[in-house]
């Protein structure tokens, strides 16, 4: 290579690095010039993620019942979990053909879903947990009260409460339900028992005082209520109109679908691991619901609760 040569690819090199070093000094003096397009993809960045988050969210739920559709029957068959088959192996005819989810408008009538709405509103205002969840069990009498539970049953100022005729509306409810478990569930109505607890529920907005008040968190009923082999809900109130948020929710692996309450919406499903549920939490308003259950042992079976549960 000639010098001449050699000398001018080293001055074209040496430019190089000045332009380069020159840049760098740029950039470090005005170390922000970059900024507002860094600030921008990440924030395309950001928005991108949380758009897939909200899309794969929305993706795995599905409704299953809406609060505006009237629903004559809709039911989804699913495997029922190993320990609940074999716990029901023993009560003959009292197993389900299949383990499933099923829901229905028109087996409990508007007029019946209202006088129970007018027994839990006349019951429940004599209660009232701290946290806004209570209960008013018709078996054995526990009513929410404070941060604890009372004996309504014992109570003076609750004293006939509910007559006989309150008592009827419920024991009509309840055959109705244990009828309509016969037939969804393919077993003998003689061979399932109503069990305890078979309660009102309300919700409402206040900040959970007590764990008694965290209804939100996923539950499997037999677990929670080992009584339990079927569980029945019977909402007295309807989604977005009495109260907001308040939906059930079974959780399945793939996808949760969601039940939105409505007046004499009645919601009954095999209460072991196959229907993990939990319930969203109330935004606005107050949730009714009643929850009444059976079993297949007879050793949890309860009478009809009635007048000769006061206790004088
Ligand atoms: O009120 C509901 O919709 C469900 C409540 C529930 O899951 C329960 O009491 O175990
Ligand atoms: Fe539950």
Request: with cysteine.
């Amino acid at each position: 290579m000639s010098e001449v040569k050699k000398r001018s690819k080293q001055s074209i090199s040496t430019d190089k690095i000045l332009e380069s070093e020159e840049k760098k000094a740029k950039e470090k003096a005005s170390p922000n010039k970059n900024l507002p397009l860094r600030i921008l993809s990440r924030t395309v960045v950001i928005f991108s993620l949380l758009i897939i988050v909200y899309m794969s969210a929305k993706d795995r739920t599905k409704i299953f019942a809406k609060q505006t559709e009237v629903i004559p029957g809709k039911g989804l068959i699913i495997e029922c979990s190993s320990e609940y088959m074999k716990e029901l192996d023993e009560y003959e005819g009292c197993a389900p053909k299949n383990c499933k989810r099923y829901v229905t408008d028109t087996v409990i009538s508007t007029k019946e879903a209202d006088e129970l709405l007018n027994m839990a509103k006349r019951g429940l205002k004599h209660g009232g947990s701290l946290g806004g969840a209570s209960i008013l069990d018709l078996h054995s009498g526990a009513l929410s009260k404070g941060s604890n539970f009372v004996n309504f049953y014992k109570l003076k100022e609750m004293k006939n409460i509910f007559d006989q005729n309150d008592f009827n509306t419920f024991r009509v409810v309840k055959d109705k339900i244990k009828y309509a478990i016969a037939h969804h569930f393919g077993v003998q109505p003689t061979k399932i028992y109503l069990t305890y607890p078979t309660f009102f529920s309300e919700i409402s907005t206040k900040k959970a005082v007590t764990i008694h008040d965290e209804y939100w968190h996923p539950h499997v009923d037999k677990e929670s209520y080992k009584s339990f082999h079927y569980t029945t809900l019977l909402y007295l109130g309807d989604y977005n109109i009495d109260f907001k948020g308040g939906q059930f929710v079974f959780i399945d692996s793939n996808y949760n679908y969601t039940v939105e309450p409505r007046k004499g919406r009645l919601s009954m499903f095999t209460s072991g691991a196959e229907n993990l549920h939990h319930v969203q939490k109330v935004t606005a308003g107050v949730r009714y619901a009643m929850t009444i259950s059976f079993t297949c042992n007879k050793n949890y079976a309860i009478a009809d609760p009635g007048v000769e549960k006061y206790i004088s």
